[in-house]
């Protein structure tokens, strides 16, 4: 039958478009499409040649196995061919094999050993006198690289055998096939060091495992930290050998050689699919990947009698689990908000079948990811779907960049409530910055606003607010301080009483402090400590909501003004009141003072630091009159623990309009919901705080009492009280309960007051 033109060509194509991807795959380490696409096209080409015996030809990429060895390694010459594997994608392929199997043989049932098919690369061993001499990569099958040096640095691989030659013990020329892997966490270890130095990032653990072995310094393959398993053998001299495959395993176990512990060995094709199922189960349990099953005729006669195609045994296939990995094109980026306000970029995928399910969306992270893969709308991508996981983009493919490809734009506003988004300084996430009133982040903001820290509203737990979020009673957190009898009754699982209940506690809630009422917006990164600090510094709210980013943070030190030359500086302002730099046309008022700083006679002072401060501070006057230490800050903000991300997510959350609003709600005099001390006091203070007894004194609290250290504590500080970890002359008061261990011996010795849990009521009311 003569061969179209067309078919000609396009097996032409098949195997140029192969023979690259074997060099990318097998020589590189760095393949250019996922294995399901490589799979499809070696298949194209096979059933070409069957279909046309013509255009087979000997070179062909169906005829041989892997890539010849690179240059960079010595040769290595295999006594015994390492062959690839026959393929079964489905059931009916895997009970083809089967059938073919007992008809050559012509048995009815035929015995397997069952084998996880790790997916890393095959090497072999060589032991001459029990003693590891040679290792090589499978290479073209018959000519691999000599690794030798490298494969001494495993530490599953035995270096000597255990046992001893002879009869039962192991035969004076052995070699050993397995195949050498990664972890998932050694992967994701390398993967990690390679993206923090720059280095070569893998797309999945074989390569990464070949790109490890494969190295000319053998030091660096250590750090690897690869592993082997076994699960055959090339040629065998000077002893009689079992005659089963599994038996060879077991007695090369015995010597030291690592073995899968999943190896099993079954009997008959339904035994087989048994088998396939359950480890394809377990598949995403395992620390190691996987790719499928390989079933091996067990007994070796049979074996020999099956014997061998172009590159793979007729006695053995693998069986594939469906790919996890696809290619596919970006349509679209959108952006999802989470509970916590987090954007999450999201690709639409034209549909594709992944590890059996069709995926159309997969996850891109966050904005760091999407710059990182370089992932444009328009590409082609790999996605990966593993188990339960959500598929995610793994990377793109820049040499299918359709022209005009766009990059990903992160959105200005929030999707849902169109807030502001930000994205803070060295942050890879992206947020809304609608906290108080998002949609999406509602449940969240309403649960934190009413938690024990926060607004400490008893008896609104997590299931309530999820009620009254989905009733539509509540949309922000001042909506609770509308609710009525009626209307809380009127939800499942609400009894007059309970009702009641709530009522008075968000009653109670009310009273409160401004630290706490801070902390209760739910700003990013503002915590109990931080808020405690804002109120303090502030005093009240409007002053806070207010604070520009010049409050918030006190300028950066200035470069080369260490506190010396501030120093310096200062007392030569003061004793030069009236000089100052001459205006002259031309120059600004900011040259002029940079000019002047850089010619006095201030010592330690160099013309870039007196620039610096010129910009700063612009004009003298603003000099005169600050204090060295001033001059010279660090980057600290006058308030601790507010940096520029801080103060950059404070920002945002008082400049939406729509957490404003939910604000001026709950401090609307006519629902009363807030009510806090005068903001002239420190604001930390719960009402009358002033004259309590404990006011100003520090306490430790020692051993078990009858209520949680968390709660007296916390009842102590409203009162005033520092409460600290450790007794020490500053300390006032020793609160011991039952078993106190050091402490209290420590106060005893410092002759601190120690009191136990009959004062603990007293204390608590003040
Ligand atoms: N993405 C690409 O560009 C690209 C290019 C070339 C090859 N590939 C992939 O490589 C594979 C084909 O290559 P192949 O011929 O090297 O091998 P294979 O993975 O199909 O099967 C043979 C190999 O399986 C391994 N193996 C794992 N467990 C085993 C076990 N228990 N018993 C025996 N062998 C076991 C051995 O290394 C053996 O050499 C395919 O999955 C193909 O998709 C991909």
């Given at each position: 039958m003569?061969v179209p033109a067309s078919e000609r060509e396009r097996a032409e194509v098949l195997r140029?478009s192969i023979?690259?991807?074997?060099?990318?795959?097998?020589?590189?380490?760095?393949?250019?499409?996922?294995?399901?696409?490589?799979?499809r096209l070696l298949r194209e080409l096979q059933d070409l040649e069957a279909r046309y015996p013509e255009l087979r030809r000997?070179?062909s990429p169906t005829?041989?196995?892997?890539?010849?060895?690179?240059?960079?390694?010595?040769?290595?010459?295999?006594?015994?061919?390492?062959?690839?594997?026959?393929?079964?994608?489905?059931?009916?392929?895997?009970?083809?094999?089967?059938?073919?199997?007992?008809?050559?043989?012509?048995?009815?049932?035929?015995?397997?050993?069952?084998?996880?098919?790790?997916?890393?690369?095959?090497?072999?061993?060589?032991?001459?006198?029990?003693?590891?001499?040679?290792?090589?990569?499978?290479?073209?099958?018959?000519?691999?690289?000599?690794?030798?040096?490298?494969?001494?640095?495993?530490?599953?691989?035995?270096?000597?055998?255990?046992?001893?030659?002879?009869?039962?013990?192991?035969?004076?020329?052995?070699?050993?096939?397995?195949?050498?892997?990664?972890?998932?966490?050694?992967?994701?270890?390398?993967?990690?060091?390679?993206?923090?130095?720059?280095?070569?990032?893998?797309?999945?653990?074989?390569?990464?495992?070949?790109?490890?072995?494969?190295?000319?310094?053998?030091?660096?393959?250590?750090?690897?930290?690869?592993?082997?398993?076994?699960?055959?053998?090339?040629?065998?001299?000077?002893?009689?050998?079992?005659?089963?495959?599994?038996?060879?395993?077991?007695?090369?176990?015995?010597?030291?050689?690592?073995?899968?512990?999943?190896?099993?060995?079954?009997?008959?094709?339904?035994?087989?699919?048994?088998?396939?199922?359950?480890?394809?189960?377990?598949?995403?349990?395992?620390?190691?990947?996987?790719?499928?099953?390989?079933?091996?005729?067990?007994?070796?006669?049979?074996?020999?009698?099956?014997?061998?195609?172009?590159?793979?045994?007729?006695?053995?296939?693998?069986?594939?689990?469906?790919?996890?990995?696809?290619?596919?094109?970006?349509?679209?980026?959108?952006?999802?908000?989470?509970?916590?306000?987090?954007?999450?970029?999201?690709?639409?995928?034209?549909?594709?079948?992944?590890?059996?399910?069709?995926?159309?969306?997969?996850?891109?992270?966050?904005?760091?990811?999407?710059?990182?893969?370089?992932?444009?709308?328009?590409?082609?991508?790999?996605?990966?779907?593993?188990?339960?996981?959500?598929?995610?983009?793994?990377?793109?493919?820049?040499?299918?960049?359709?022209?005009?490809?766009?990059?990903?734009?992160?959105?200005?506003?929030?999707?849902?409530?169109?807030?502001?988004?930000?994205?803070?300084?060295?942050?890879?996430?992206?947020?809304?910055?609608?906290?108080?009133?998002?949609?999406?982040?509602?449940?969240?903001?309403?649960?934190?606003?009413?938690?024990?820290?926060?607004?400490?509203?008893?008896?609104?737990?997590?299931?309530?607010?999820?009620?009254?979020?989905?009733?539509?009673?509540?949309?922000?957190?001042?909506?609770?301080?509308?609710?009525?009898?009626?209307?809380?009754?009127?939800?499942?699982?609400?009894?007059?009483?309970?009702?009641?209940?709530?009522?008075?506690?968000?009653?109670?809630?009310?009273?409160?402090?401004?630290?706490?009422?801070?902390?209760?917006?739910?700003?990013?990164?503002?915590?109990?400590?931080?808020?405690?600090?804002?109120?303090?510094?502030?005093?009240?709210?409007?002053?806070?909501?207010?604070?520009?980013?010049?409050?918030?943070?006190?300028?950066?030190?200035?470069?080369?003004?260490?506190?010396?030359?501030?120093?310096?500086?200062?007392?030569?302002?003061?004793?030069?009141?009236?000089?100052?730099?001459?205006?002259?046309?031309?120059?600004?008022?900011?040259?002029?003072?940079?000019?002047?700083?850089?010619?006095?006679?201030?010592?330690?002072?160099?013309?870039?630091?007196?620039?610096?401060?010129?910009?700063?501070?612009?004009?003298?006057?603003?000099?005169?009159?600050?204090?060295?230490?001033?001059?010279?800050?660090?980057?600290?903000?006058?308030?601790?623990?507010?940096?520029?991300?801080?103060?950059?997510?404070?920002?945002?959350?008082?400049?939406?309009?729509?957490?404003?609003?939910?604000?001026?709600?709950?401090?609307?005099?006519?629902?009363?919901?807030?009510?806090?001390?005068?903001?002239?006091?420190?604001?930390?203070?719960?009402?009358?705080?002033?004259?309590?007894?404990?006011?100003?004194?520090?306490?430790?609290?020692?051993?078990?009492?009858?209520?949680?250290?968390?709660?007296?504590?916390?009842?102590?500080?409203?009162?005033?009280?520092?409460?600290?970890?450790?007794?020490?002359?500053?300390?006032?008061?020793?609160?011991?309960?039952?078993?106190?261990?050091?402490?209290?011996?420590?106060?005893?010795?410092?002759?601190?007051?120690?009191?136990?849990?009959?004062?603990?009521?007293?204390?608590?009311?003040?």
């Open positions: 003569s140029r023979e690259y991807h074997n060099d990318r795959y097998y020589r590189q380490d760095d393949p250019e499409i996922p294995d399901a696409e490589y799979d000997a070179d005829q041989r196995v892997g890539a010849e060895p690179v240059s960079s390694f010595d040769e290595v010459e295999h006594r015994l061919p390492m062959l690839s594997l026959a393929n079964a994608f489905d059931e009916q392929e895997l009970r083809d094999f089967d059938r073919r199997v007992r008809e050559a043989l012509g048995i009815e049932r035929v015995r397997y050993s069952a084998e996880p098919k790790l997916d890393g690369l095959a090497v072999s061993l060589l032991y001459q006198d029990g003693i590891l001499t040679q290792a090589a990569t499978r290479g073209d099958g018959h000519r691999g690289e000599d690794v030798t040096a490298q494969v001494r640095t495993i530490r599953d691989v035995p270096l000597r055998l255990r046992g001893s030659e002879g009869a039962d013990g192991w035969p004076s020329l052995l070699e050993v096939r397995g195949e050498v892997f990664l972890t998932y966490a050694r992967f994701e270890a390398i993967n990690e060091h390679a993206r923090r130095s720059g280095g070569k990032v893998f797309a999945n653990p074989r390569n990464a495992a070949a790109g490890s072995l494969r190295q000319l310094d053998p030091s660096i393959t250590a750090a690897r930290g690869l592993s082997m398993f076994c699960y055959g053998l090339g040629a065998v001299e000077g002893a009689s050998w079992s005659d089963s495959h599994s038996g060879s395993l077991v007695r090369i176990a015995h010597w030291g050689l690592p073995v899968s512990p999943e190896q099993r060995v079954v009997e008959g094709v339904e035994d087989c699919i048994g088998y396939h199922t359950a480890i394809g189960a377990r598949r995403n349990q395992l620390d190691y990947a996987i790719d499928g099953v390989v079933f091996k005729v067990d007994r070796r006669p049979d074996q020999e009698r099956l014997g061998f195609v172009a590159r793979a045994p007729r006695w053995a296939i693998a069986y594939k689990f469906p790919a996890q990995e696809e290619l596919t094109t970006v349509e679209a980026v959108e952006f999802q908000v989470g509970r916590t306000g987090a954007l999450t970029p999201v690709a639409r995928l034209a549909p594709v079948q992944v590890g059996g399910v069709t995926v159309s969306n997969a996850t891109l992270h966050n904005m760091d990811e999407i710059e990182r893969k370089d992932v444009r709308i328009g590409d082609t991508v790999y996605v990966r779907r593993a188990g339960d996981v959500i598929p995610e983009v793994i990377r793109a493919l820049p040499e299918r960049r359709p022209f005009g490809a766009e990059p990903v734009q992160l959105p200005a506003h929030c999707p849902v409530c169109h807030s502001d988004v930000l994205r803070a300084e060295g942050e890879a996430v992206a947020r809304c910055t609608g906290g108080l009133f998002c949609p999406a982040q509602r449940k969240e903001a309403i649960k934190h606003f009413a938690s024990r820290r926060a607004m400490d509203i008893e008896g609104l737990g997590d299931k309530l607010v999820s009620q009254l979020v989905d009733t539509g009673l509540v949309e922000d957190p001042a909506d609770l301080y509308r609710l009525s009898l009626e209307q809380l009754t009127q939800l499942d699982r609400m009894g007059e009483k309970s009702a009641q209940n709530l009522l008075a506690a968000l009653d109670t809630s009310r009273r409160t402090t401004l630290a706490r009422f801070i902390y209760a917006l739910g700003i990013r990164e503002v915590g109990e400590a931080t808020a405690r600090a804002l109120a303090e510094h502030f005093g009240d709210l409007d002053a806070l909501m207010g604070a520009g980013a010049a409050e918030l943070l006190a300028p950066a030190g200035i470069k080369g003004v260490g506190i010396k030359t501030a120093e310096a500086l200062v007392s030569y302002l003061e004793g030069h009141p009236d000089e100052s730099p001459e205006p002259s046309p031309g120059v600004s008022v900011q040259e002029a003072l940079a000019e002047w700083l850089a010619t006095r006679p201030i010592r330690g002072l160099k013309p870039d630091a007196a620039r610096a401060i010129a910009e700063r501070f612009e004009r003298i006057e603003r000099l005169r009159g600050i204090s060295a230490a001033a001059l010279a800050a660090g980057q600290a903000s006058p308030i601790e623990g507010i940096g520029p991300v801080v103060a950059a997510h404070i920002r945002a959350f008082f400049s939406q309009p729509h957490n404003r609003e939910v604000i001026a709600k709950l401090r609307d005099p006519e629902i009363g919901a807030i009510d806090w001390e005068a903001p002239s006091d420190t604001a930390m203070v719960e009402p009358g705080r002033a004259s309590a007894p404990l006011n100003g004194k520090t306490v430790v609290i020692t051993g078990s009492l009858s209520l949680p250290r968390d709660e007296i504590k916390r009842r102590l500080e409203a009162q005033g009280a520092k409460v600290t970890g450790s007794v020490s002359k500053n300390t006032d008061l020793l609160i011991a309960g039952a078993d106190p261990g050091g402490k209290l011996s420590r106060a005893q010795d410092l002759g601190i007051e120690v009191v136990g849990e009959e004062a603990l009521d007293d204390l608590l009311a003040g």
